[in-house]
């Protein structure tokens, strides 16, 4: 097993989707790799970053599903139009 920060990162994320609490999965990290691998501040910052995103990635969809359909068909039909003025301006989208 790797002892990098990214393997560290990984075990947190799975017990933070677990439902676990951040102190609770140090001590169990540490039960399984020996004392001190992860810190139980360590642990936390990492579940609250991933709170974080997690709280960002709900809002993100909130707003997705509070869109009637037709917000969808509407930009859906725009596209080909778009895509020609991005053509047509060697590749610009956002025109000065």
């Given amino acids: 097993?790797?002892?990098?920060?990214e393997y560290k990162r990984h075990i947190l994320y799975f017990f933070f989707k677990?439902?676990?609490?951040?102190?609770?999965?140090?001590?169990?990290?540490n039960n399984v790799r020996g004392d001190n691998?992860?810190?139980v501040r360590t642990?936390?910052?990492w579940f609250q970053?991933?709170?974080t995103v997690q709280q960002k990635n709900l809002k993100v969809s909130?707003?997705?599903d509070s869109k009637p359909e037709y917000f969808y068909k509407q930009g859906i039909y725009k596209?080909?139009?778009i895509w020609q003025?991005?053509?047509?301006n060697n590749g610009k989208y956002i025109i000065d």
Avoid at 18 to 29: H, I, M, Q
Avoid at 85 to 88: C, F, I, K, Q
């Fill in 49 to 51: 970053r991933f709170n």
């Fill in 79 to 81: 596209l080909p139009n």
């Fill in 18 to 29: 677990s439902e676990e609490n951040a102190t609770k999965a140090a001590e169990k990290f």
């Fill in 43 to 45: 642990a936390q910052k």
């Fill in 62 to 64: 909130k707003y997705f």
């Fill in 37 to 39: 691998f992860i810190s």
């Fill in 85 to 88: 003025l991005v053509v047509d």
């Fill in 1 to 5: 097993m790797e002892n990098t920060e």
